[in-house]
């Protein structure tokens, strides 16, 4: 599964497929580029449910959704300083994770870096398995969970969806998915097939690791950079209430399997809790100006589209607050934009 990075065109070798796992300059693979798709637009769903600021309730469920991948979970244990800089990490990735849905024509563009953020993160885990992240079924599960919280997101915060409205942000996030360049091998055919995909992982393929419960865990939390103010007994104080709150959000997501996996359990009373806090998000995004709760580059591709900037308008890319310790800044697998 490791990658020989300076070849032509690098292999993902145990994928157990002939498909090419695309890096910088490599021709795409067949159904990638070469036939793409327009890009998803202000009338999809997509549009809709994605970009929004609650979706940072989902922020540890998704972190550690896809961190229960045995391989995911061994790349960033051993390769993100995510746990160093957790706040900023978060923020600033929405950034380009967000441009492959709302950059229009250039969210292929997009899509190929925070694919090429990926090219060197490759190794070893605890038990002997060698890992890439550039696996096709690696990256494509990293997808699937913010497919399915965006699911999640319309169900619980958004007032719900139809069969068809299901149905149709599946078709929706293989478009967003083929942004990527990336082998679709591993993306189901139909809606059906993603349930029974999802189903099987997170029955029989994930895993209790390390860096799931360490997402779970907020209370080593550093502040982020503009809350240095804030003193340090008022942080441990916030981070208690936040602890007990974004873990009560978190579990309320998760499959019962998973539930199972990670030892927690859950009530009808605590459903019932769940299902009132999501009731009332909902009211929220209801009465809230809608541009109050868009993501900057979501908000931006909206003022593209209807014509309130123009079309060629340079993207939105993170605040200088954001950005990763000075250290890291010249390294390939970070988003680090000039600002």
């Known amino acids: 599964m490791t990658q020989d990075t300076s070849a032509a065109c690098p292999a993902d070798s145990d994928s157990g497929s002939d498909d090419a796992v695309v890096a910088t300059g490599c021709p795409v693979t067949s159904g990638g580029y070469d036939d793409l798709p327009a890009a998803l637009g202000p009338d999809s769903l997509t549009w809709k449910y994605f970009g929004q600021w609650t979706g940072l309730f989902q922020g540890p469920w998704a972190g550690s959704m896809q961190n229960m991948h045995p391989q995911l979970g061994a790349a960033v244990q051993q390769h993100s300083i995510f746990f160093l800089e957790r706040i ?3 923020l600033r990735s929405i950034y380009p994770i967000g441009g492959v849905v709302f950059d229009g024509d250039r969210a292929p563009q997009t899509g190929a870096e925070v694919r090429d953020y990926h090219i060197g993160i490759k190794g070893v885990d605890d038990q002997g398995r060698r890992y890439s992240a550039l696996n096709p079924d690696v990256f494509y599960w990293a997808h699937a969970t913010f497919f399915k919280s965006t699911l999640l997101a319309a169900e619980r915060f958004h007032g719900g969806l139809t069969d068809d409205q299901r149905r149709q942000l599946f078709d929706e996030h293989v478009t967003w998915y083929r942004m990527y360049g990336m082998s679709m091998r591993p993306v189901p055919g139909s809606w059906e097939e993603f349930e029974q995909y999802w189903d099987h992982m997170c029955r029989n393929v994930l895993e209790n690791t390390w860096a799931a419960r360490e997402v779970l865990d907020l209370t080593t939390m550093p502040k982020h950079p503009s809350l240095e103010w804030v003193p340090d007994w008022a942080w441990r ?23 199972e996996l990670m030892g927690f359990t859950w009530s009808p009373r ?14 929220a995004t209801t009465v809230l100006p809608k541009r109050w709760l868009m993501h900057p580059r979501k908000r931006s591709a909206m003022d593209r589209a209807v014509g309130r900037a123009p079309a060629d308008s340079p993207l939105v890319q993170t605040p200088a607050r954001n950005l990763p310790p000075a250290e890291y800044r010249g390294q390939p697998q970070f988003y680090c934009p000039n600002v």
């Open 88 to 90: 900023p990490r978060l």
């Open 237 to 259: 104080l916030n981070l208690l209430v936040m602890q007990r709150f974004l873990v009560f959000m978190t579990v309320g997501l998760y499959d019962e399997p998973v539930r």
């Open 270 to 283: 605590q459903e019932w809790i769940h299902r009132r806090v999501g009731n009332v998000l909902h009211l």
